[in-house]
Structures are given as C-alpha cells and as structure tokens.
C-alpha cells in the first residue's frame, strides 16, 4: 500500500516550459488536492478535485491546470512556467471533504523555475 | 479574509517537557480541524484531529483542545522527545476544504 505517490520528485525548469505533475493515490479516495508550500506561507491549495470528474479552484489557481484522469489519478499542469512557480508542490488525497478523516500527503515535488 | 495562523513561527522546548502549540482561526464555519507534523523533506503526516462538537481528544502523548468561544486551537505533546522536532501544521475544514496556518518550528533541546 503506498498511498500517495508523486512523480517526479525533483524538477528544475526554465522559464516558460511546461510540465505536468504527476499524482496517484491506491488508497480508493474520493477527493484529491494539490497544495504548493512556500516558507513561512504554509500550504495552499490550488486545485482540488472533491470526486471524480470533478475539479475545482482553490486558493491559488492561476497558471496551473489539473485533470482528474479517473480516481486514482489527478495532475497539475504548468504550461508556461514562471519563477514564482518555484515551490514544493504536494498532492493529497482524502476519503471525501465530507468525511471527518484527515488528508493523506505524498512526498512532494520541489520545483525549481529559472 | 478568514485564514488559519499559529501565535508563534518557533518553539524551543527542552527534551521531557510538555510542548503546546496555539493555533487561532477565525471562519465560525468551520467543523473539523488537523494537527499534521512535517519532518524535513517529507509530506505532513496526520497526529490528531477534532471535530467542533468536541472540546478536547488525546492521542498518544498528544492532546488537541478547542475553544470554539475564542476560535482557539492547541496541539499538546507530553514529554517531548527529540523525534517530535519538526513543523506543526493546524489545519481546519471549510466547505469541504483544508486550509492551514503558516506552521510552528518546534526545535527540541537535549
């Protein structure tokens, strides 16, 4: 059971590149999220996904795109990277925003846009 | 705008004592709140969580309090150990969404 799983985990980009983020979670959720956390800012959400099919903005969604491909799966994409994109990015999933359980994290993925 | 936010960006505890980590909110909306830990280059990891009809829940060596009258939360740990080093997350659940605070660095001395 791996839970959380995000590819890659370290990216560096150049300005106006794209890249997709990759997100699975095996543990059946219903909802998935990305959150990219900056120091001293915490975690903001960008884009969540509360089922499939489903995708909706979150605090921070400009610049980003995200699919939820089935119900494992949900990507964020950067089509034209900037430098403040520069973050570490993290996906989490979670059983449903209705369900009093908490949201479990991947590792993460430290970008780097220069 | 209504946010989460810790009272304190860092905490120097001495290894055994008690640690407390505060954390205000301010959306009355919210029902369901998450203590989650952060070591260095990993993803939060859940500790505790508490739902607004309660006012308090332990865990092991953990303990969260809720003062929905202040809009105050506070994370406990008993006995602080030097594996409990880490950034204390508060999170809270609003329309089906987390959002967190800025977190707390507790460093543990030996």
């Known amino acids: 059971n791996a839970g959380v799983t995000q590819t890659p985990k370290f990216q560096v980009l150049k300005t106006g590149q794209s890249m997709t983020l990759q997100c699975a979670q095996d543990?059946?959720?219903?909802?998935m999220y990305w959150y990219r956390q900056d120091p001293g800012m915490g975690l903001r959400l960008i884009y969540y996904?509360?089922?499939?099919?489903?995708?909706d903005k979150g605090e921070v969604p400009n610049g980003y795109n995200v699919s939820r491909l089935n119900k494992r799966e949900f990507s964020l994409r950067l089509e034209s990277a900037a430098p403040s994109q520069t973050s570490v990015y993290f996906c989490a999933s979670s059983v449903s925003g209705q369900a009093n359980t908490e949201a479990f994290f991947g590792q993460g993925t430290r970008l780097t846009v220069v | 705008g209504e946010s989460v936010g810790l009272h304190l960006p860092t905490l120097s505890v001495q290894e055994g004592d008690n640690s407390i980590i505060n954390c205000a909110y301010s959306?009355?909306?919210?029902?369901?709140f998450i203590w989650y830990k952060q070591e260095s280059g990993k993803g939060p990891q859940f500790i505790i969580d508490?739902?607004?009809?309660?006012d308090k829940r332990q865990g092991q060596r953990v303990t969260v309090l809720l003062n929905k009258t202040v809009k105050h939360l506070s994370l406990q740990i008993a006995a602080t150990q030097p594996g409990d080093s880490a950034v204390y997350f508060c999170a809270e659940r609003v329309d089906y969404k987390l959002s967190f605070g800025a977190g707390t660095t507790v460093t543990v001395r030996a």
């Open positions: 959306n009355s909306a919210s029902d369901y």
């Open positions: 543990m059946n959720h219903n909802s």
């Open positions: 996904s509360a089922s499939e099919g489903t995708t």
């Open positions: 508490i739902r607004s009809n309660m």
